[in-house]
């Protein structure tokens, strides 16, 4: 067999489609999403080589209009576990003994695969399966996913090419990196079509094979995911597509002696579960496995006295409200100081006012529905308590209606008291707290950040006072692992703002760089002597 050294394409973020009135993307979009909408389909699990249907058989609808069925899913149970982690330990051998520059070609196709044929059906179905208007399913399924295939293939180059700097007289020093010794555990989250996707191909990617969950309101999209593993070439048994309870899934696979790691986004509670569970089977494992984990935030925006408010108030409404504020770095909390209060409250209610909220299909909507019934119900009742509360004001919204679709109004809170309950905990919906604090107390207000919430994924300053900028960067530097500095606290950018927090938010392995692939790698290190030693005595050893 030919070898070489192979230099992969240099990645480039994907161009973000524009969707303007009269664009061919937009025309397209529109064509496939009246195509989804009339059709039903049955998605069935995807094990080894197999498309399992197990007859049980569970409905899928638009968040925005939950009377619409989308097609059905089916669900498995136990012993679907058990086939799909027998079904990745079977392909393992194959796969990590792959060529790493045909793992590379594979992935590299998926993300080909994604930004021509693909774009329009995987952009339609993650509208109409999670709420997402035209252009955060853009920047999320095509543009973010793509970039996560792209730069993973040649951080990974770039991780086999690390070698140690010095070999010694006879000597040859090598450093491998082998896959993990077992199967690796992706459960996905509904909330981004691209973290759906980059759980299990980054762990694929590095030679290990998969077992993959993706949350139940996010299985429309997973399904077209694996429609472009399966035409990019990726083997059976490598990804494993299952949906079953988690609980059953918990049993079956944290008690499992191959069980090599767990690459999870969702809540901190759920996470912390695993991390416990894991702790008490640790004697049952043939290695300890990898725990890699984005979790919960309570994301803030903090302005200064010298902030530009026009800024501050774009920062917030995009921040909060973009995806209807779900978004693990959501703008949730924000700290206003007094003197620029006026015109930043005036300028983000023009905003409000101007956001329109229905279907995704409908392009001017800004405002879609959140997830699901018990994601609407658990937000409806923040609000609810917050009409109830004392030194709590409504300033926009407060208004909901599940009858059609999960609609909650974007909704501004602007509280007395910092440590009021919505200043603290995760609410993952449309619902911004506002704290207006003495313009000359910026020091006080950066304290409060700090201590709030137990959280520490992302957060920004707004400020054109450098010293200012200075001090918050220093004093916020355990307070969030994605900074921003006049900017809104979203919209990290794979190769450029590699994301993941720290604290009660993960553990920051930061996804859409090297760091997060090294984890997914167990170094070997080699020596090998040319001429080995015939002698054991040393010099020293002999008399003067």
Known sequence: MLKGFFNVPEPKNEPVKSYAPGSPERKELQNKLKELRGQQVDV???IGSDE?????KKPMFP???????LGHFHEGDASHVEQAINAALGAKEAWESMEWEQRAAIFLKAADLLAGPYRAKINAATMLGQSKNAMQAEIDAACEFIDFLRFNVKYMTEIYSQQPPVSGDGVWNRLEQRPLEGFVFALTPFNFTAIAGNLPTSAALMGNTVVWKPAYTQIYSADVLMQVFKEAGVPDGV???????????????????????????????????IWKTIGENIYKYKSYPRIVGETGGKDFVLAHKSANPKAVAVGLSRGAFEFQGQKCSAASRAYIPSNIW?????????DLSSMKMGPTEDFTNFINAVIDEKAFDKISK???DAKEADGVEIIAGGN???????????????VSDPMYTTMQEEIFGPVLTIYVYNSEHFEEAL????????????????STDRYAVELATKKLRNAAGNFYINDKPTGAVVGQQPFGGARASGTNDKAGSMINLLRWVSPRTIKETFVSPVDYKYPFLGED
Request: proline share 6%.
């Open 239 to 273: 990804i494993n597509l299952i949906y079953v309870d988690g609980p059953a899934t918990g049993e079956v696979v944290f008690n499992h002696p191959d069980f090599a790691g767990i690459h999870f986004t969702g809540s901190t509670g759920v996470f912390q579960h």
């Open 400 to 414: 909901y209606d599940k009858s059609k679709g999960y609609f909650i109004e974007p909704t501004v809170l602007v």
């Open 63 to 69: 968040p925005h209009d939950h009377q619409h069925l």
């Open 382 to 384: 923040y609000i609810a």
């Open 342 to 350: 006026d015109d930043v409250k005036k300028f983000l209610l023009e």
């Open 447 to 462: 304290e409060l950040v700090d201590q709030t919430s137990p959280y520490a994924l992302t957060g920004a300053i707004f």
């Open 52 to 56: 399992v249907r197990t007859g049980n």
């Open 44 to 46: 069935p699990m995807y």
